[in-house]
């Protein structure tokens, strides 16, 4: 089992800047890499990050590239999101999820509870 705890969320004002955390804990050894989701109210999960934890390899959605970075602290079990030029439509509960698969074929078996991004015009 591997256990994710996110933090960081809040309110913002459009323009403004959050960074999200996420701490794994358990059978970290079994991840390949990690990712950041979210979801909007009525809209499907979809994915926003990834990174592949050793080679740091990593993906963005197009509607992030350029404002988002995803980083990680491998000795402190730890993913990061700097999230800058907010815009409201990045309003979601934002996941963390740790990916057992590979670059290719991500399998994401542990979620943590997520954490509220709110951007405000």
């Known amino acids: 089992q591997v256990q994710l705890v996110e933090s960081g969320g809040g309110l913002v004002q459009a323009g403004g800047s959050l960074r999200l955390s996420c701490t794994a804990s358990g059978r970290t050894f079994s991840t390949y890499a990690m990712g950041w989701f979210r979801q909007a109210p009525g809209k499907e999960r979809e994915i926003v990050a990834r990174i592949s934890w050793s080679a740091g390899r990593t993906y963005y959605a197009d509607s992030v590239k350029g404002r988002f970075t995803i980083s990680r602290d491998i000795a402190r079990n730890t993913m990061y999101v700097q999230m800058n030029s907010l815009k409201p439509e990045d309003t979601a509960v934002y996941y963390c999820?740790?990916?057992?698969?590979?670059?290719?074929?991500?399998?994401?078996?542990?979620w943590g509870q997520g954490t509220q991004v709110t951007v405000s015009s």
């Open positions: 999820a740790a990916d057992s698969g590979s670059w290719l074929k991500p399998r994401y078996d542990y």
